[in-house]
Structure formats: C-alpha cells, structure tokens
C-alpha cells in the first residue's frame, strides 16, 4: 500500500506494476482511492507527453482491427503504444464484454504496447470513468502514443474528444445510408474522417463515400483556425493508408503546436477533468448519505405508485443530503 512502490514501478515500465495501478484507480474501496491519488499526484509531473488519440466508429467498422495494424506500424517506427479499450459494461456483473486484449491478439504480444480493456460502469460518454487517470499512468510509464477505443458513436461522444488531442471517426463505404445515421455532432468533434476497409471490391465505394463526407464536412464550421478537416481512406486489413492516416496526425500536432491551440486545447481538457471529478464525487456523496440510502427505496416506491410527483421526490431527497 505504498504510492513510492507503484511511482517507481511505472516509472521503470513494470508491465505488472502499471496494471495494478490502473486497477487501483479504478478501486471503488476509499482505501484504494487515497492510495491511487497518491500515485497519480507523484506521476502527473511526468506524463503529458504523448500524442493522445481518441478512436470511435460506427459499429462493425473495424476499430479494434485498425488499431492493432495501427498500433504494430507504430512499433515499427520505435514508438510505444497504450491501448486504453472501453468495454461495453455487462448490466449484470458490471464487467467489460468484449475483452479487447482477444481482438489485439498479435499487438498485445508486443513488449513496446500495453492494452487495457476497462467496462464502461455506465458512465457515458463511450469512455471508462477513470479513462483520463489510466492515461496519466501509460504516458508516465514511456508510451508516448495513447489510443482510447470508445465504445461506438453516438452524442455523449464529446467526452472523448475533451480528453484527446486528436479524435479520429472511422466510418464505412455506402456514406449515403451513414450519413442518415451518424450525428452532426461527430462530424463537428473529428478531427479526421477515415474510411476503412478500403481494399477489394470496396474501393471504389470507399472513394465515393469520401467525397460525399468531404461535402457533408463543407457544412460545418471549423473548431480550429488552421486545420481543415481531411476525409481518408484505408485498409486496417492491408495496411494501405496507414502511413497517410499517422502523417495527418503528425500535421495536425505541429499545426497546432505552432498556433499555440494545443496547449489551450489541454488546459481548458484540465479544467474539464475538474469539474467531471467534481460532479462524480457529488453523486458518490449524495448516493453514500446515510439518510439517502436509508428512504430511497420508498421514494423510489412512492414515484412508482403515482403516490409522489418525481420532482417533489427529486427535492426531498436533495434536502436529505443537504442534512
């Protein structure tokens, strides 16, 4: 129980020593909870480094096969990846479904990549509720490129895009039906489109589909003073296009970096931590309030029964905490 065991352990990039930090980050036990804060205070001076990259996607788009053959070409290159993969969380025990490090099966082998496949909770946003912690932990332990897998597309995906340096939605040929589907709001948060499973037969969709993005994207009114919004295509399964996908991230970092966007684009990430750490510690509170958790059932029994209206059982329950 000892934060200077698991500082140095990181430190050292002691595979082992990384996931249980992460484990105990992740601990709803209050004796865990001081302990991981105590790692993370002695770890924060050495993170911040690395190139942060949030990956979401409709589902059956590839993403866990794009960031495999995006993770090895990395490697390659000499760089080390954290994978940090968010589970859909089972309803039952709470756990993560899908077990990325199966989908990963040659990256996981790989001495210079760590995958961490952590259940949603519930919380929304596509991303673990500790996310931004375990990220910390990965950049102080030497991997100076981050991946977050959320889990799909959908409105609450802006909480990606506030803790990345760079969101990349992969999408699919046929962008007529997608872009019936997929929120404006997406398209506003990317800060690259990527057509996958460009190879085959599909290359030529895959073309069309980028040109009907490129103009869906005219629509929308850029974030960013100087950088324009690319639409790619690729292959995950060949490796074609990868190296154009990394480049465009490369541009985008130094564009950025020259504008002095990036480092108020993670200042105002730090002031979104805060406020998302104080909203989480006020719902754990008001849950843990003795006199809360003793009367919730038979408010909850009252709203049911049409005996109490929710937002006066909504207020009595807020007084209770306010005790």
């Known amino acids: 129980m000892d934060a200077e065991f698991y500082i140095d352990g990181v430190l ?6 990384i996931a249980k930090s992460i484990t105990l980050i992740e601990s709803a036990l209050p004796a865990h909870q001081q302990l991981a804060q105590n790692i993370l205070d002695g770890l924060l001076p050495h993170a911040g480094n690395a190139i942060r990259i949030g990956i979401s996607g409709v589902p059956g788009v590839g993403k866990s096969t794009f960031i495999e053959s995006f993770g090895m070409m990395l490697i390659d ?3 080390r990846v954290a994978v940090l993969a968010v589970d859909p969380s089972s309803s039952r025990s709470g756990g993560s479904i899908m077990g990325d490090k199966t989908r990963m099966e040659r990256l996981a082998l790989q001495p210079n990549a760590f995958i ?38 959908g409105q609450s995906e802006t909480a990606v895009a506030s803790m990345v340096d760079f969101f990349l939605v992969l999408m699919l040929a046929g962008a007529g039906d997608e872009l019936q589907g997929i929120k404006k709001g997406i398209l506003e948060l990317a800060d690259a489109i990527v057509i996958n499973k460009a190879d085959g037969n599909n290359i030529e969709r895959a073309k069309e589909a ?14 960013s003073a100087v950088w324009s919004v690319p639409v790619l295509t690729c292959s995950a ?18 564009k950025l970096t020259d504008a002095a966007e990036l480092d108020e684009k993670r200042r105002l990430q730090a002031i979104d931590w805060m406020w998302a750490l104080v909203e989480n510690g006020l719902k754990d509170r008001f849950f843990n309030n003795p006199l809360v958790k003793a009367q919730l059932p038979n408010i909850v029994a009252a709203v049911e029964k049409g005996k109490t209206s929710p937002t006066a059982a909504a207020n009595e329950l807020l007084s209770m905490h306010n005790q």
């Open 77 to 79: 290159k000499g760089h």
């Open 12 to 17: 050292q990039k002691k595979r082992a020593i």
């Open 210 to 223: 980028r040109s009907e993005y490129e103009s869906a994207l005219h629509l929308i009114e850029s974030k």
């Open 237 to 254: 399964l060949t490796m074609d296009g990868l190296e154009e996908v990394w480049k465009t991230i490369l541009d985008h970092r130094k």
């Open 116 to 153: 961490r496949p952590s259940p949603t909770s519930g919380t929304l946003g596509g991303v673990a509720k500790k996310t931004r912690e375990s990220m910390i932990i990965c950049e102080a332990a030497g991997h100076d490129v981050i991946l977050i897998e959320t889990v799909g597309v």
